[in-house]
């Protein structure tokens, strides 16, 4: 997986449809692995609305996969790929998932802050089927852009490049350059941000 091209839910369920006599396990650190006791307590739909600082909205929306470790062990074995796929026709009876969506899982435990999680690479070794999670990020998406993060221009007290006038970017829809090439503070290197 690209990071800055997460994973869709639409693929990520089909890897564990084409997986589902394998026993689901997810490794969240090196060498460490949620508890073969977890739970998948919820599956969260979340559209996103933001405006960053170069002041362009953007909007996308996220798959939420929530697992619960249990502070005393209930089993040694995780759960099969096929018993997660039963969770998820549940949920998607009471709530339909965008196939588009970004997917995320959210874990914690007592040894490691709860945090939303990309999933990365999968590995299949013997009857195990492990999701390695892959940390989230910050960005600047107007940096992201080539445009002004907002800040003041270096020793004039103005903007470098200004705000843009208010622009929405959907998840399929490319983001639109602002600034020019003749525009130093815009570029690498500038002081914009």
Known sequence: MNILNPMNWQSFKSTLLANPDKVLQFQYAEGQFVDASYHITEIKLAPIVSVDCGGVMNSWTEVI????????????????????????????????????????????????????????????????????????????????????????????GSSCCGLVDAVVITETEEPELVGTEESSCCSPGGGCC
């Open 65 to 156: 996969v929530q697992l619960y470790e249990p502070s005393v062990s209930e089993t040694d074995r995780a759960m099969k790929v096929s018993k997660a796929l039963s969770i998820i026709n549940v949920v998607e009876k009471m709530l339909p998932l965008n196939p588009d969506a970004t997917v995320k899982i959210e874990f914690g435990n007592s040894r490691f802050d709860t945090r939303q999680m990309y999933p990365g690479e999968f590995l299949t070794e013997g009857d195990a089927f492990t999701v390695n999670l892959v940390p989230d990020f910050t960005q600047c998406k107007a940096l992201a852009r080539n445009g002004s993060c907002g800040t003041l221009k270096p020793n004039t």
